[in-house]
């Protein structure tokens, strides 16, 4: 970043409630965005409330004691701004944009609805019905059910392996005292972080959240249990759809692996662009499938890196072996300087274009202080993707090679039409 001048400085301070919070000051803009990231997702809910992270998503902006839904609504069209939340596995945020002459109505909106929310039971049975039908859309598509299936069979049994909507037995008993409950437990300051990016100061922030808490404090990161279980190594979901939804999922690295970046530069390689590997074999070069790609996920004791591909019915199995054999080519031979580069380059740049506006830097900062307990720097960052090389992401590519995997198919099939041994699945269980 050196032409542009030093990043600006990122200040962190945990509040006498216990509440995280970060800022980053941009002197060259005239908005501000506000980030509440709390620490709990749809992995850390029991079984029985599967979704209630999700639910508490769509609940928290109905309302509170003070405005209405239409109130909130209305108060940030007034000023121009936009806000929105969505749910993860692990943590759940909730943002708001606006210039920053409005960040005291923006500090009042979100603090309002973190810490009084309404939760009336008239808000939530209108919510199930959205949440419900939000379900029952993503059944209907095959490209997002086929990465569900994935999930569970990789995780089976866990948290990690449902999706963060819950499923519709579950999102049907949810009642108020549910998420009340889940609410109460989860929505802490000790399970919190604010992020703040854009024209402002760390010291007014502070002081104006430390006003808005209402005397709550305390609460901590949900315990959370890794998967142990072995993976499910094939999952047949027959449909009878023009298209074959193939999704390859196998188990890495958590977000601390040491090797994080060498497993983000050999995703890249694989499926992660245009002029990845899969992408130019399967697509551009065979036809064999219109849409194809890879990507790594990184929880907090676990992760995966999964290929998906779209392909007429004819076309799985050999859209199949072409996969597992560029995982095995990649294992055997490695990267080339060429591709190293073009991997690195797409990273420093995504990581570049994360510093552009007030609402892409608060992002970063508050998913770092909350996932990794710091936040580093941009040109920190560019350092760890400096130094992979080639031999690291071929090191991460021998041990993809013997990692559990799993393969979930979705299209007009049966569980026999898949040879486990030929498609390199059979030993990749346990």
Known sequence: MSARGPEPPITTETLPSGLRLVTQTMAEVRSVAVGFWVGSGSRDEPAEIAGASHFLEHLLFKGTPRRSASDIAEALDEVGGDCNAYTTKEYTAFYVRLLSEHLPLGLDILSEIMWDPALRASDLEAERTVILDEILMHLDEPADLVVECCFGALFPGHPLGRDALGDAASVGRIGVPDVRGFFESHYRPGNMVVSVAGDCSHEAVAGALEERLGGRAGGEAPERVAPEAPVDPLVVLHRPTEQAHLALGIRCGSRFDEDRWAYSV?????????????????REQRGLAYSIGSERLAYEDAGSLCVVAGTAPNYAHEVL???????????????????????KGNL????????????????????GLLLHGETKTVDELLEMIDVVEASDAQRVAQALLVAPRTLAVVGPFDQGSFDLSALGLHGHIA
């Open 321 to 343: 072996r072409i996969v597992t054999g560029e995982l095995e080519l990649l294992a055997e031979s490695g990267i080339s300087e060429r591709e190293l580069a073009v991997a």
């Open 266 to 282: 050999l995703n890249h390689v694989l499926g992660g662009g245009m002029s990845s590997r899969l992408f130019q074999k399967v």
């Open 348 to 367: 420093r740049a995504e990581a570049l274009l994360a510093c552009e506006d007030s609402g892409a830097r608060m992002s970063r900062i508050g998913a």
